[in-house]
């Protein structure tokens, strides 16, 4: 197979306002013929230069209305156009501009980078088969302060951790899900307002107590179960929680008692806990 | 000289609420000696992990009430410490982290990293010379999608470069400024309400209109002169404007005319313009 | 499941000459139950920590005598000391340390890193199936200045590249293959002896006058097959290049020929191609 | 002041075998007027796109003869062709693409990227000023397994580092040298054939023994003497020397005598030591 990326801005206007998305675009395909590898016979290899052309084209044609769309738009576009591509999928990353507001007044044209999570989406298709949408947050990093322990933990001859029931939860998120018929969903509604404050509540708990974790992998699941019970167009979420963990400093060769005041991050051993979990699997659970 | 980077949370709780700090510091030292360099006598050298001991030990004891404050501490401890320092820098930068809401309610306890420019500072002394405090912020990637041009610039035979007036104004900021004599300066305030607003104001303008630009130098300018005015406390500041250029795709050859709605990212040549403008230049200005 | 990663240094001496390996290995774990993802039951969770201590633990006792061998002992260990493991795999990535020679004289104890490609290998099983060992190598930077073109591709009202005859072949190497059964392989001997020399040679043709490349599609393929033809050890290989493209600067403007002396790299579109392939797809091609 | 940077590549040929240089130039202009920041008045702005030019076109004139030598001519340009320019510096650094070998045999057209220390080099001009010429090598990773200490240090109550006389060398060395008046020195041989053996030859001493190093500042100096007593043309050489230290893991917990065998890398505190040393202070001392 073959892949490529390219990164643009999509510009448009409504009256003096000025709207802006930035993506970076990478398109995978894999074609039916082999013959471009065994015999260097490149007669239905599609040029990674004819690839951006197109993404530019569509771009400039439909716009972006939303991620999703667009990363549809391009599936379709190879599926229909290319009859030897036996399977073609479009992943959609957005930078994360927003619009820059002075004492709460929105600026018509000026724009800020906040990435605070990514946002992205796939459109994947064989041929024959269904067009699949997933769309995701990358890069979101949460920390929770208390609420948080690992205890009760498999034990033996090479376990060196006590056990904790107030540390430091804190990690980078990546969470993937699946729209199942994709009928006409309001993609952007679904992003911001629902799935992304799902994960930022199961995550945290209620803002005046919070909720204890018992877990990375517990937390992992909670963010899975919540959006599965409160978003009904998704059907299988992957989450992957890539951990940073935090000691206590030993002050006492210091003459110092540290009441988990001051901690260092532990950069080795790097962990990561990861599940994916769908709806069947949920109603059975 | 030597330098060394130790990175830190810093906690503290007012009744339930939870505070976090995490902190980068970077303190550089000059001795007054040179014989560790030249014969290896290590009698005066004060180890990198001692500095590290020293760095944990203030924030465990006074906290990080301001990123200068903390900087400002170090720089003295060191001074008044260690007779065999002829100079300390302190640079201290924050990782945004901030209280996460929930349907506008503040978390007690969790917090996500929202990295739209980061805060720093610097404290710096020579023995027997003035503490001098700086602060910045950095990695503030703004966009303006019109109003800026660049025109009637020096043209030669190797000029191709055509004039524009309606072209993207994008970069990524670096902003540092000194204070003067630090008196009881409140530092949250002057570096959120004050700068950071003027920055932001500066480059983009009005917000129902906006403003020309010139030139990324213009811009840079404007920074510099409306900081300048409004915030009394800076003495002399330091603008740096990475510049990010797009152009606007040709699409004749794809039989489309492309009126500036898909733009791509040039990566090279990458610029960059920056400037120090003092008040007493301002002045006279 | 769960990974981590963990960093380290494995020394020994042999009389007074140093040897060093310095290797990064991320331990994946699927464990049987998921109860702990369901109810927070840590019951049979083994702590980030104590796989930490179990690989520094095989690193000081067993030494690493080839990164294969060593991905074998860790994926042996967890599968039969852990009866809730259902799933490990072990990946092992090395600092390419050499040894610095003076003049031709070998020295016994220091090293210099020198990263032309990357050396890694992976070990993994399912209880109740086979151990399977993979190698390879990454980050592999090659450049052919000539003898490579790109002709005859698929157009339509899309396509906007010429064809070329006389381009750059530039690109970052990946190569994964997979071992058959085992045995007491010469692992370091058949990486930098065969594979690393077979992959070189594949990419580049003799040294007096190089081989026309049809298609960075069709040197992939030659580098698969020169393997699989040389190396008998060899099951599957995947072969992943990155593509960098260069352009001739057009240099008409300014008034000079340029034939093909100043190019620049394309950011992009940025592309890849990957293949993968088997003894037995061989045989039969 | 304002400065960009544009990356390409250089090809020439001698009958059949292709040689190729891969740069990326960083060239800085000041101005004498100040108009363009304070009016908008573009008048004698040189546009970053006409710097790339010229870059390109000098490559394309002269070619790359050496670095140091194209960076001359760049700076040379500047000076000459525009009298609104006061200062001018250019940076040039080097993509390590080396010619391939098969079994010792050169290949034509083919070459490896070998990143073990990056060459580069400036060249700097104020208008009536003299031209200066410096070179440098940066991401030099060295490291000695033994024959490393650290004793004698200053103490504190916030001393906790043990005392240690066989410790793990190991860091990443920037070196950046000017040369006296830029005759015609081969710089290529200056370069290769005597600093970096140089560098090498002093951190890592005689091959059969190596030399204790009392610290990393004695091991920078060492490498300062040794360069400007074997190399005429220094004047003066700046050594900056990261350090990444390793500890040896404790493994009294999991019942075993770990006897400098496995270590772990520390993370933080980073810290690095740095020295400016010009040949007049060398000759006092």
């Known amino acids: 197979y073959g892949k490529n990326t ?118 994947e298709q064989c041929r024959n088969g269904p067009l699949i949408v997933f769309a995701g947050i990358k890069d979101l990093k949460l920390m929770k302060t208390t609420q948080s322990g690992f205890e009760g933990f498999y034990k033996n001859e090479h376990t060196t951790l006590p056990e904790r029931h107030d540390r430091i939860l804190c990690g980078e998120l990546f969470c993937k899900w699946s729209y199942g018929e994709c009928k006409d969903f309001d993609f952007d509604c679904i992003w911001y307002i629902k799935i992304r404050e799902c994960i930022l509540e199961a995550f945290s708990g209620p803002p005046d107590c919070g909720e204890y974790s018992l877990s990375y992998q517990k937390t992992v699941n909670s963010i899975q179960m919540l959006v599965l019970s409160k978003v009904s167009q998704v059907q299988v979420i992957e989450v992957v929680l890539n951990n940073t963990f935090y000691n206590v400093v030993d002050m006492k060769n210091l003459g110092l008692t540290n009441d988990k005041e001051v901690l260092v991050p532990v950069e080795a051993p790097y962990g990561s806990c990861a599940c994916t979990l769908a709806r069947k699997k949920f109603l059975e659970a």
């Not at 939303?66 to 576009?77: N, P, R, S, V, Y």
């Not at 605070?116 to 459109?123: P, T």
């Open 6 to 123: 390219i990164k643009f801005l999509r510009l448009h206007k409504e009256g003096k306002k000025h709207f802006v998305k930035e993506v970076e675009v990478c398109t995978h395909l894999r074609l039916t013929s082999a013959q471009e590898y065994l015999d260097g016979n490149n007669s239905l290899v599609i040029p990674t230069d004819t690839i951006k052309n197109i993404v530019l084209v569509l771009a400039k044609k439909n716009g972006i209305p939303t991620l999703e769309q667009f990363a549809i738009d391009i599936c379709k576009h190879f599926m229909t156009t290319f009859c030897q591509v036996a399977y073609v999928k479009t992943y959609v990353q957005e930078v994360p501009w927003q619009r820059l507001h002075e004492n709460g007044v929105p600026h018509i044209h000026s724009f800020i980078c906040v990435p605070d999570g990514i946002r992205f989406c796939e459109a």
